[in-house]
Each structure stands twice: as structure tokens, then as C-alpha cells.
């Protein structure tokens, strides 16, 4: 297979931070790239484990990233905040659909399911409007 480009983002994990992943891309107004992706927390690395949603901007075309910020933190009834996907809506917005993870209250992961839910930012995602469920 002919290889195409390179690794453009990578971090390591570590204590309390057992996997990271489901990331996307978007390019900003000014240039910057923005990367979102899942970070889980705690000693579990599996799809129930807790996550939020984190940041890293890139200057130079993905070739080094900035320090990593929360995006959207989740909140106490969600399991986590998983799978990412930015875009760049008609009016220029930028929207993301990412999912949210629940847990029944017995802790059951076989009955565990996903909604997907829409946020939009008009400022380049300094802030976020309210959450909107896209999935019953």
C-alpha cells in the first residue's frame, strides 16, 4: 500500500488517562487546525469507561499541537463523551455531533446505549450553544 502523509496526531497516555481516541479535524478562520477527540480518565480504557471531549490546536499544519483543553466536559448522567465529528455549517458556524454514553443505573454495560447530540459555536468554539439531542 502506498503510504500517503504522515502521523499528524498522537499523544501518549498515562495515570488516570488509560486511552484517548475518535478524533476529528477542522480548519479555523484564522488557520489553526483544531483536533477534538475522546480522552478517558480513570483505570478503565474501554468503551464505558468515562470520557470527555478535549482540544489541541495546531499553528504549523498538524505538525505540533498546543496543550490540551477540555471541549465539553461531561455531565454527572452521562457514562461519557465519545466520537467527535466537527464541521463547518452554511453560515459559517462550526457544529459538532459527538456521542453521549449512558449506563443504566445497575452499572449493566450489555444495556448500555448512545445518543448523538449537535452543539454549534459562532465564535470558533470559545463557547458552545445548549446541547440539542439529534438521536431518541
Known amino acids: 500500500m502506498k503510504k500517503i502523509g504522515h502521523e499528524v496526531a498522537f499523544w501518549a497516555t498515562g495515570d488516570n488517562n ?4 475518535e478524533c476529528d ?6 488557520g489553526r487546525i483544531l483536533c477534538a477527540y475522546s480522552r ?3 483505570e478503565r480504557w474501554s ?3 468515562p ?3 478535549v ?3 495546531s499553528l504549523d499544519e498538524g505538525e505540533t499541537w498546543g496543550e490540551e483543553f477540555i471541549l465539553l466536559q461531561r455531565d454527572a448522567g452521562a457514562q461519557n463523551f465519545m466520537c467527535p465529528n466537527l464541521m463547518r455549517l452554511p453560515n ?3 457544529g459538532l455531533i459527538y456521542g453521549r454514553k449512558y449506563t443504566p443505573n445497575d452499572g449493566s454495560e450489555l444495556k448500555a446505549y448512545t445518543e448523538k447530540w449537535f452543539i454549534r ?15 431518541p
Open 18 to 21: 488509560p486511552r484517548n481516541g
Open 25 to 30: 479535524f477542522i480548519r479555523l478562520h484564522d
Open 40 to 42: 478517558f480518565y480513570g
Open 47 to 49: 468503551d464505558y469507561a
Open 51 to 53: 470520557a470527555d471531549l
Open 55 to 57: 482540544g489541541r490546536y
Open 92 to 94: 459559517g458556524d462550526m
Open 121 to 135: 459555536s459562532a465564535d470558533e468554539g470559545k463557547t458552545w450553544s445548549t446541547p440539542v439531542r439529534c438521536t
